[in-house]
């Protein structure tokens, strides 16, 4: 895979902001880095915890946050992850139905670790069903 200068410019800002993860309980350090249609700007996001873990926020979502705090809903057109681990990590399902929320399926996500952006996926194969949508094919007839 042919990594492009935004992917690689997302990429090591990410990692700067991975590098701020708040993550004393686990020490699974993420970062993560996006871009939305129409603009240049790459927003950033780390996991932070907390000692009642339901309070900690994933970096993936801490992005997002960010994106719209600055421009409102916009439609993602990349994200990056970067874990602290040998085989990168796909984000976990809170984080894969938020994304949903701003993007129609088709949101690449690239995953990345300290070594680089190492596999490509796609937010429609990781959440084939968001909340929300209901497999109308499947619809029980009640007579
Ligand atoms: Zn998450």
């Known amino acids: 895979m042919i990594l492009n200068e935004t992917i690689i410019e997302a990429y090591e800002k990410g990692l700067k902001a991975q590098s701020y993860s708040y993550s004393p309980y686990s020490n699974f350090k993420v970062g993560a880095a996006l871009k939305v249609k129409g603009h240049d700007e790459i927003f950033v996001g780390c996991n932070v915890e ?3 873990y339901g309070a900690t926020i994933c970096a993936e ?3 997002v946050w960010s994106s719209v705090a600055k421009l409102g809903k916009q439609e993602l057109e990349f994200l990056i992850v970067i874990t602290n681990t040998a085989d990168p990590s796909i984000p ?19 995953l990345a670790n300290q070594d680089g952006v190492k596999n490509l996926v796609y937010l429609n194969e990781l959440l084939p ?5 209901i497999p109308k094919e499947r619809e029980v007839k009640n007579e």
């Open 61 to 63: 979502r801490n992005a």
């Open 92 to 110: 976990c399902a809170l984080c894969l139905q938020v994304l949903s929320e701003f993007n129609d399926g088709d949101l690449p996500i690239y």
């Open 50 to 52: 907390n000692a009642s």
């Open 129 to 133: 069903r968001p909340f929300s949508s």
